[in-house]
């Protein structure tokens, strides 16, 4: 059997402030995350549309405490995680009920606002766990170094 792949980006507005709650015995806390995408496109006659898309989103342990701690309705947010098919029966009806949504792995800071750094450098703070070490990035994006010469064809790494 070939393997598979769930991996999700997304970067959207953050439709509501972010709810963390603790679970269970533990008191691991999960964030609910509402992630409003949007779409703009020409129809064929010429009329400008948008289309947005809302997606729900859940975040576990040192990411949800963090989400929560510094984003709030309206910012910007690249998400990065696997969808997940939650299923159950309905308490009145006893039908099966089902919701796909995003459990977020990392995140990333788009605006400047407060993110944990950033700074003049337009954001680009991010969080995630990498091999169960909780870390933050808040070095500004890399710039590329200007080249002298133009790229041939042969050079391009694709």
């Known amino acids: ?24 015995g533990s008191g691991q806390q999960v964030a609910r995350i509402g992630l409003a995408l949007n779409r703009n496109f020409t129809t064929a ?24 701690k510094y984003l709030t309705k309206g910012r910007p947010v690249l998400i990065e995680g696997r969808l997940k098919l939650d ?18 792995d990392s995140f990333h800071f788009v605006d400047s606002k407060g993110g944990g750094g950033g700074g003049a450098g337009g954001g680009g703070a991010s969080y995630g766990d990498d091999e169960g070490q909780p870390q933050v990035n808040t070095r500004a994006p890399a710039r590329p170094a200007q080249s002298a010469a133009p790229m041939a064809e042969d050079d391009i790494p694709f």
């Open 87 to 104: 299923t159950w029966d309905d308490k009145d009806s006893g039908k099966k009920q089902s919701k796909l949504k995003v459990v977020v």
């Open 45 to 68: 006659s010429g009329e400008k549309r948008e289309e947005v898309t809302f997606v729900d989103c859940e975040a576990w342990g040192k990411t949800a405490e963090i989400m929560a």
């Open 1 to 24: 059997m070939a393997s598979s792949l769930n991996r999700v980006m997304l970067m959207g507005n953050l439709t509501r402030d972010i709810e963390l709650r603790a679970v269970g």
